[in-house]
Each structure stands twice: as C-alpha cells, then as structure tokens.
C-alpha cells in the first residue's frame, strides 16, 4: 500500500512539475517582445491606461479642436492655410537639422539648412515652399528618432493625455522637444499663446481627412491608430525619406540601364491575351486601407 502511495505521489509530482513548466515557458513566449526594426511587437503593456486616455483625448476632439479645425478649414482660404502651415513647418526645420547633425546624417542636415534658408527669405517666412519647387529635399527629425538611431529602444506604447500617441522613449524627449520650439521664446505672453494656438489649429487641420478616413473604416479606432503610428514611427526611425549620396554610373552601365523601345506590334506579338477575373482579396484591400491611412495628409488618391 505504501508503494502504490508513493508511486502515485511521484506520478503526480512529476505531472505537476511538468505542467508548471509548461505555463511558464508559455507565458515567457507569450510575453516576449518580438523586435521588428524599433518597434516592440507585443501585448499592449498599458492598453487600460491608453484606452482610458485616447477616449479622454478624443471627448476633447470632439468638443473643442474637430469643431474649430473644420470651421478654420471653411473659413479661411486654402492659400492662407497653405502659408500658415508652411510658416510653422518652417520653424521646425532648424531642430530637425540639429538632430540630422547629431545622427550624422551631414548631407540632410546641409538640405535642412538650405531649405530654411531658401524659404525664409524667397519663400517669405516659409509662406511660400520655394525649396521644394527647386527641389531640396525635406526631412523631419526629433529627438526621439535621435535616440532610435543611437540604438535606444522605444519601449511600449503609450498613449499621452492631451498629446497622443507616443512610446516610452518619445515621450520622455517631449520636454527637449518642446524647449527646441522657437514660439517659446516669443516674450510677448500674448503673441506666444496666439502662436501655439494657430499652431494647434494647423496641426489639427491638416489630419481631419485621415482621421475621418479612421472613424469610417475602423472597427476598433484606438488599435486602428496605435498599429498605424507604430508603423510610421518605425519608418521615421529607419530614416525611409533619406537617400543617401549614389555613385554616378559609369558609361557601360548607364547604357545598359537605358530603355529598350519595341514596336508596339512586337509587344503585342509576345505578349498573350490574359483575362482578369474580379476578384475580392480582404488582405489586398487591407493593405490599401493601411496606406490610406499613413499617406501623407493633402495627397491625392
């Protein structure tokens, strides 16, 4: 009797034992951080806490900033808007060289410096996009994507009340950021407070058609926008508007690259006739909503 008890004892001990191990190795894998690029794929750390705050944020919207930004938007003229919107843009280009500086990225940086110049004077105060039109480059930088490029992880995401999206690492250079914002050393109380209120009136302005695009498409909004600002983040960070200086090709490679011209009988000829059936792919058509959504606001479709 006593054998069988203690047989029965080690069998359960061992069953216990096993599944024990089991739970943790689950959960470690459940919980693991899968690291694509700067962006931390995993459970959403603080989900209550974002959730509660993006409600906040958008009760806010709702009231106060969306019914201001569309009457702005009918008001005021395109051309005016274009020039306000230009104006602060402008202002942000010499922080965004500085930490085009600080990434080593010199040839941006001298683009950066460039562009300030050409659109504060030609261009007016920025009122006027002369350095586009003669085709210097523009980039947007912050200290956040400084520190992603010195190697910093971003750390979860987090939704900041009365901010919005951010993670960890970017909202702890909010600060820095803000200290680097030349309106704050307007003295004048009143012109200052006006300026970062016209500035907020922009900003909001300029993301009422994709953030309309959300509230039509999206079954959940606050996952909508958290996986589409951590991927565009990533993209910030990865530097995906940067393109570094090329060799020149050499004469046998640049012919070898010229166009081939083929008579359109010759095309045709070898080309045979393909019917395209309509057909409805939900992964296709996710992805263009996707790209609706992170496509640069005032672009046409």
Known sequence: MNTIMR???????????????HAQSTDALVNSPVVVDDVVLTRDRFEAFNRGAFQFNDGWDQIMFKPIAKGYQKIVPAGSRGCVHGFFENLSVPYTALNNVLQGKFKAAG?????????????????????SKWHIPKHEEDFGQTLGKWGVPSGPFVMLPGLGPSTLRDALTKPIDFIADPIGYVRAIKIRNSLRGL???????????TLEFVDDVAFDRYSMTRDAWLQK????????????DEAPLTSEEAISAEPVAHKESEINAA???????????????????????????????
């Open 199 to 209: 500035k907020l009136v922009d900003t909001r302005t300029s993301l009422l058609e």
């Open 7 to 21: 047989q029965w004892l080690l069998g359960l001990s061992l069953i216990l034992t096993f599944a024990s191990a």
């Open 111 to 131: 683009q950066d410096v460039c562009r300030f110049v050409v659109n504060t004077t030609v261009g007016v105060g920025g009122c006027i996009d002369m350095a």
């Open 233 to 244: 983040r990533e993209a910030d960070v990865r530097d995906e508007d940067y393109a570094p």
């Open 271 to 301: 080309s045979p006739a393909v019917t395209v059936a309509a057909a409805s792919d939900p992964l296709a058509e996710a992805e263009r909503l996707a790209k609706q959504l992170t496509k640069p606001v005032g672009e046409k479709k």
